[in-house]
């Protein structure tokens, strides 16, 4: 079992920047690969951005790649989002998950654990 806690969210004006934490607890969290996604009022769920075990390789989806950065510190059992040039469509709950069979996947269903959330809005 592992448990997953985001935070960092919060209301920032168009332009700016956020930075999304999420602590791991329980299981070996340098086994899992690890993903954030969103969802917005009135949408489905999303992936934003993963990161893999082992080699830490970043892959972004495409509306945030050259804006957001993930990384993660096995140390802290912890992975980020740096969310930079934020524009009012990456308003959302942002939440962080983990993959404990897969390398790269931006599926949920490959996703085994979940956080509980965090509201990131972006005003104009």
């Known amino acids: 079992q592992v448990q997953l806690v985001e935070s960092g969210g919060g209301l920032v004006q168009a332009g700016g920047s956020l930075r999304l934490s999420c602590a791991a607890s329980g299981r070996t969290f340098s086994s899992y690969s690890m993903g954030w996604f969103r969802q917005a009022p009135g949408k489905e769920r999303e992936f934003v951005a993963g990161?893999?075990?082992?080699?830490?390789?970043?892959y972004y989806a495409d509306s945030v790649k050259g804006r957001f950065t993930i990384s993660r510190d096995n140390n802290k059992s912890t992975v980020y989002l740096q969310m930079n040039s934020l524009k009012p469509e990456d308003t959302a709950v942002y939440y962080c998950?983990?993959?404990?069979?897969?390398?790269?996947?931006?599926?949920?269903?490959?996703?085994?654990?979940w956080g509980q959330g965090t509201q990131v809005t972006v005003s104009s």
């Open positions: 998950a983990a993959a404990g069979r897969a390398f790269t996947t931006a599926r949920e269903r490959d996703f085994d654990y």
């Open positions: 990161i893999t075990w082992g080699i830490s390789l970043p």
